[in-house]
């Protein structure tokens, strides 16, 4: 994992590098992060540049040995801690070790993953997962072999605050007395769930929520959307880069679909009722999830047509085929009519997420739109 494959925290990577630099590296730290901002990643991306053997200026080399290893996950001084729970395959007393070739899967496939989806991943059923007594032993056994190949051994433990209170106390007595050249980076969410003797002990380093247009960028760059759909996307996700994958990968086209938008507003536009009606079929088949993406796309839409219709043009975040429709649309689009129709699409979501008829709904709000588009500016 390099930095630069981490989304953002430009100022925490430049700090970490700093820290490498001066000789600074505390032998226990917490990367504190809400879900899906990449704490994990980051750690990990820590750790190959502490042993990266031609680091460059900002960022591992990606070349050496160590980082050829690193970028697999299967450096031998490098070793892993995290939820687990006993599946068909481990029937008692699951430990990390256990899983390390489904961790290493779903580490490459996903830096960002959250511990649902680990958890989903290993067939776990509705059982918690949790870090037990018999990681610990685990964890000592690691710390007593010798270093292979690199400087500083290193042992991520990913959401830490769920290790149960024994192995919380074992870890203390290590941190207490820590071994020579062995780094423990502690991943977690939920920072008051840790020991506070354990807190004490390690130094924290805060990693923030991803910053709007720096996930804006990573995701029209990593997943080809368009702006406007990456800055919805962003807006829903609220600086989870993992539910915004996910939120990608669920959307097939019709949630964010600019050629369902314009089908719409043309119709509305031409009381066009019969076409009406066939377009409200079909997307009251797309499923609830689906209408609200859409209609939430609509409002974004509708809030950069009425920028254009102000002449605000340099405020206006739209290119491709959606800046032109909304060119087009943006004499229709205006002070008297905008608050109307934002208000009527918010209510149209609040009403499919209590469950209101799709068609029902979609009609009416189909109807309203139709007078809405035709006040006068
Ligand atoms: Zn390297």
Known sequence: MLFKDVIGLVDLKKNL???????????????????????????????????????QEDDSCSECLSCIKYQKIVHP?????????????????????NFIVEWRE????????????????????????????????????????TTYESEYKVMIIWMAEKMNISCSNKLLKILEEPPEKTLFLLVVEEHEKLLSTIISRTQLVKVNKIKDDEL?????????????????????????????VQLIQETDGDDFNPTNLQLWV????????????????????????KQKNFLNYVSQIMRETL?????????????GQELQFSKKFSPFV??????????????????????AHPKILLLD?????????????
């Open 77 to 97: 001084d490098l070793h892993f801690v995290f939820p687990v729970a006993s599946t068909a395959s481990v029937t008692s007393k699951p430990v990390s070790d």
């Open 365 to 377: 709000l189909s109807f309203k739109m139709v007078d809405l588009l035709h006040i006068p500016v």
């Open 334 to 355: 205006h002070p008297k009519n905008c608050v109307e129709i934002l208000d009527q699409l918010n209510k149209a979501i609040n009403q499919i997420e209590r469950n």
């Open 266 to 289: 043309r119709y509305c536009y031409g009381r066009k009722f019969a076409d009406l009606i066939t377009w409200v079929d079909s997307i009251a088949a797309i499923g609830r999830e």
């Open 216 to 244: 804006i960028g990573a995701l029209q760059q990593k997943h080809s959307i368009s702006l406007t759909q990456a800055q919805l996307i962003c807006h829903l996700s609220n600086g989870n880069y993992n539910v915004a």
């Open 106 to 145: 779903a580490l490459l496939d996903n830096p960002y993953l959250d511990v649902f989806t680990w958890l989903e991943r290993l067939g776990v059923e509705n059982k918690q997962g949790i870090i037990n007594t018999d990681e610990s032993s685990s964890i000592f056994k690691k710390l007593s072999l």
């Open 17 to 55: 590098v700093q820290t490498v630099k001066d000789g600074r590296v505390s032998h226990a730290q917490v990367f504190l992060g809400s879900q899906g901002s990449g704490n994990l990643a980051l750690a990990i991306a820590y750790a190959q540049y502490i042993n990266c053997t031609n680091k």
């Open 307 to 319: 920028l254009l219709h102000l002449k605000l043009e340099n405020l206006v975040r739209l290119n």
